[in-house]
């Protein structure tokens, strides 16, 4: 597939209006049959004798000749001040700069524009000059960190307009000492086309692989004279969480506006993440030989608890931000101190959370481990052929819990690169290119895992024979029964599982 998103510049067009009641009247083109009086910068305003307020700033998307698609999902975009120094114009400390914005669509080149949202926005300014402040140095420009300036969940229209206005009003200290703006860039980011067809593809090929093997999973456990264990709940849950995210409501984003699909994403991936480290602990917990507590929920509400809690906190600051956005598209929380302060803790408190989480798991994969290998000096007592088979069943368990490992580490990773990815264009200073190939094969990683799982732990049908059970081991008939798969025991889905309850029955 081609990668995820593309970058694509603009560079905004100074309008003149000199119409009053602004916003209300006509949008103001930067090109076209019905383009709007331009002017080449600010002196020739100056000259002119127009007013700040009477500037609009016009960014029409895409360029000139193209169109915008559904295909693409989502708009981001970010905006860049070209500030220059002069003496008797300074950017203030910690200036704010308020901008009057409007946006509006169209799907034709001679229909009339449609608004979509207007907002007065405020954004900090973080600029630093290189040079001294002396006349010399008149007309250089500052180094401004990029602002986070607009996002919208769904592209359904072919063209889109921005007009931006900086208001001045000196009495209320609105729009002074933010320096001699030149010009406004945007940069607009989008889904590439070719990317979301590829995600598409996968996701309407593996719902349906998913949902067949969950039928024939909980048809298994269902044709067992014992009730399901708690392992084999919390499989088959992992596995609804999976068709859940695999499910291709998108398809649906083609046709209509829906504006909070980026949302419904996220709280779908949200519940799948919840899901899959609960099942981890519960996984591990339930192949410990030293833990009694078996079997029950409730014995894994210290471990299960934090991850609750933490998927309900990010569901929160998802809300303050993409849940305002589906209002107001030009909402940031990374706009106010507090803001940032908040979703920078938040990321940081979830990457902190989680690589611990990976250590503890890599702990109780261990202990696991060395229990397994404990049991396995009661091989050499056996049989030829029955020690051979619990040998096989040895080594698939530990080659599984591997698997888990290792799936667990490109989870953890993943999670962390797209929360950077996510933030780097409203951090200013990290870039990180992230191909599709990593995104592909982390989601097919997961539904390989999710379908490995149910194929592998689904109960076993076989009905050893009596002449099997006392032959081989000089044991009696009941430990026997506990190393067998018979469709009327009691103890759980898999060998291991069994061979570990009666350690800690022991």
Not at 202 to 231: E, G
Not at 244 to 268: K, Q, Y
Request: charged share 20%; proline share 4%; with cysteine.
């Amino acid at each position: 597939a081609p990668s995820p998103t593309t970058a694509v510049p603009y560079m905004s067009v100074k309008c003149i209006d000199v119409r009053k009641n602004h916003h209300k009247t006509k949008w103001l083109m930067p090109w076209g049959p019905n383009h709007c009086e331009k002017l080449k910068d600010f002196d020739e305003a100056v000259s002119r004798q127009i007013e700040a307020n009477d500037i609009v700033f016009a960014v029409h998307i895409p360029l000139p000749s193209k169109e915008m698609s559904p295909w693409f999902q989502f708009m981001l975009f970010i905006m860049q001040l070209d500030i220059a120094f002069k003496m008797d114009n300074d950017l203030k400390e910690n200036a704010e700069i308020t901008l009057d914005v409007s946006l509006a669509y169209r799907d034709d080149m001679f229909d009339d524009w449609e608004e979509i949202a207007h907002a007065v926005e405020i954004r900090k300014l973080k600029c630093t000059f290189g040079s001294p402040k002396t006349l010399e140095s008149e007309g250089r420009h500052y180094d401004c960190d990029f602002l986070p300036f607009m996002e919208i969940g769904s592209v359904a229209h072919k063209y889109y307009l921005i007009n931006i206005r900086l208001p001045v009003n000196e009495r209320k200290g609105i729009n002074v000492g933010i320096g001699e703006i030149k010009d406004i860039r945007l940069v607009g980011i989008h889904q590439n086309g070719g990317f979301t067809k590829v995600w598409f593809a996968m996701k309407t090929f593996l719902t349906p692989s998913i949902l067949i093997i969950m039928v024939w999973y909980w048809r298994r456990i269902t044709l067992m004279t014992r009730a399901p264990v708690l392992l084999e709940k919390v499989i088959f849950a992992l596995g609804i969480s999976m068709t859940f995210i695999n499910i291709p409501v998108e398809w649906f984003s083609i046709g209509f506006d829906w504006t909070w699909m980026l949302l419904f994403g996220d709280i779908r991936q949200g519940i799948f993440y919840a899901m899959l480290l609960s099942f981890w602990i519960i996984f591990c917990g339930e192949h410990m030989m030293d833990q009694n507590e078996r079997n029950r929920l409730s014995g894994y509400w210290k471990q299960v608890g934090p991850i609750a809690v933490g998927s309900f906190c990010l569901f929160i600051f998802d809300m303050c931000e993409r849940g305002v956005q589906l209002k107001n598209p030009f909402y940031s929380i990374w706009t106010t101190e507090v803001g940032t302060e908040l979703a920078m803790a938040f990321i940081i408190v979830a990457g902190i959370c989680l690589c611990l989480y990976f250590l503890f798991l890599c702990f109780m994969v261990f202990q696991v481990f060395r229990n397994i290998s404990g049991k396995q000096s009661s091989l050499p007592a056996m049989s030829k052929a029955r020690r051979l088979h619990y040998e096989g069943l040895i080594f698939r368990f530990k080659f599984l819990m591997l698997i888990t490992l290792a799936c667990a580490a490109m989870t953890v990773i993943f999670f962390i690169v797209s929360q950077v990815t996510e933030g780097h264009w409203k951090w200013g200073d990290i870039t990180i290119q992230v191909n599709s190939a990593f995104f592909t094969g982390i989601y097919g990683m997961w539904n390989l895992y999710v379908f490995a799982l149910m194929f592998l732990y689904a109960p076993s049908h076989k009905n050893y024979g009596e002449d099997q059970s006392n032959g081989d081991l000089g044991v009696n008939s009941g430990e026997e029964l506990q190393l067998t798969t018979t469709i009327t025991h009691v103890d759980g889905p898999t060998e291991v599982y069994k061979l570990a309850r009666k350690e800690a029955q022991e």
